[in-house]
C-alpha cells in the first residue's frame, strides 16, 4: 500500500527527496546517452541536469547522516501516493527532442512541488532550508527546459538539431514510405487494367488488383526488412522500415482498385485512371519536398513510367 504524503516522517521525507534526485539523475542520463550521436548540444544540456541532480543528491545524503545516520530506509515515488505514473520513455525504440523536452519540463516541475510542499512540513531550520533551496534551484531547472527550444533557436542549434532530426525522418520513414508508395502505384497497374479489359467486369478486376496490392505489400516489406539493418546506415529499425514499405506499397495500389466496388465498368475504370493520376502526383509532389528532386523532373519521370506500365496492361488485357 502506498503511504499518504503526509503520513510522512522527516525520516522518509529525506529518504524519498534522495531516491528521487537519483531517479531523476539517471534518466537524464540515459536521454543524454540516447540522443548523443545525432543531437550533440541537447545530450550536453541533459548531461549537466544529470550532474546538478547528483549534487542535490550528494547535498541531502549528508543532511541526512547528521540528523538520521548510516542508514538509509527505501522510499520510492511509487511508494508515496501523489505522484504521477512515469512510462518509461527512455525505452521507447525512437526517442523524439520534443518527447523529451515535455518529459524534463514535467519531472521538473514535479520536483520543484514535492520539495515546497515537504518544506512547510519539516521543523528541523537546517533541513527546512536546504529543501527550499533545492526548491529554488528546481524551479531554475523547470524555466530552463521551458525556454529550452527558444534558447537553442536563438543560438542556431535547433535549427541544426531540426535539419538532424528532418534527415533520420527521411531516412527511417520517408524513403521506405516512397520506395513502398512507388511500387504499390506503379507495379499493380498492369494487372489491374489487364484483369479490368479482359474481362469488363468490375468485381473481378477489383479481385485482381486487391490481390496485387496485398502481395506487392508483404512482398515490398519483407524486402525492405532484410535489405538493412540499420547498424551502419542510421535507417532505423529494419522491421519498422519493412512495415511502413509494406503497407504503403498496399495503400498505393489499393487507391485506384477500390474505385471498381462501383458495378459500372466504364465508370469504374474512368474514377480508377483520375485516382492513378492523383497518386503520381502525389508521389512527384513527396519527391520534391522530401528527396530534392525538382518537381517537373520527378514528376516527367514517375508519370511516364506510369503511363507506360497502364498502357501495357490495357494492351494486354485488349489483345
Request: hydrophobic share 45%; proline share 3%.
Amino acid at each position: 500500500m502506498a503511504k499518504a504524503f503526509h503520513d510522512l516522517t522527516e525520516r522518509e521525507i529525506l529518504a524519498l527527496a534522495i531516491s528521487l534526485e537519483e531517479e531523476d539523475g539517471r534518466i537524464y542520463g540515459e536521454f543524454a546517452e540516447r540522443l548523443r550521436a545525432d543531437y550533440p548540444a541537447t545530450a550536453a544540456d541533459l548531461a549537466r541536469l544529470r550532474d546538478e541532480e547528483s549534487t542535490h543528491r550528494h547535498r541531502l545524503l549528508e543532511a541526512y547522516r547528521v540528523r538520521f545516520g548510516e542508514h538509509l530506509p527505501l522510499m520510492r515515488r511509487q511508494d508515496v501516493k501523489g505522484f504521477v505514473d512515469r512510462k518509461p520513455l527512455w525505452l521507447a525504440r525512437v526517442l523524439s527532442l520534443a518527447q523529451v523536452r515535455r518529459e524534463v519540463e514535467m519531472m521538473e516541475f514535479e520536483t520543484r512541488r514535492f520539495y515546497e510542499a515537504v518544506a512547510e512540513r519539516t521543523t528541523d531550520a537546517g533541513i527546512r532550508q536546504l529543501l527550499g533551496d533545492l526548491a529554488q534551484e528546481e524551479r531554475r531547472h523547470s524555466e530552463m527546459a521551458e525556454h529550452f527550444e527558444k534558447e537553442q533557436a536563438a543560438s542556431g542549434v535547433r535549427a541544426a538539431e531540426d535539419a538532424m532530426q528532418r534527415r533520420i525522418f527521411v531516412l527511417q520513414i520517408v524513403q521506405p514510405a516512397l520506395a513502398g508508395l512507388m511500387d504499390g502505384s506503379v507495379s499493380t497497374l498492369a494487372p489491374l487494367f489487364a484483369a479490368a479489359f479482359a474481362t469488363h467486369n468490375s468485381q473481378d478486376a477489383f479481385r485482381v488488383g486487391l490481390a496485387a496490392s496485398v502481395g506487392a505489400g508483404i512482398s515490398m516489406g519483407f524486402a525492405e526488412a532484410l535489405s538493412d539493418d540499420g547498424a551502419l546506415s542510421g535507417r532505423g529499425h529494419p522491421w519498422l522500415r519493412g512495415g511502413v514499405c509494406g503497407l504503403m506499397t498496399t495503400l498505393g495500389g489499393i487507391g485506384h482498385t477500390l474505385p471498381y466496388l462501383i458495378p459500372d465498368f466504364q465508370v469504374a475504370t474512368g474514377v480508377a485512371g483520375g485516382v492513378v493520376a492523383v497518386e503520381l502526383v502525389a508521389i512527384s509532389w513527396i519527391r520534391n519536398h522530401y528527396m530534392d528532386t525538382r518537381f517537373l523532373s520527378a514528376a516527367f519521370q514517375v508519370i511516364l513510367g506510369g503511363l507506360l506500365v497502364f498502357l501495357a496492361g490495357i494492351v494486354i488485357g485488349s489483345a
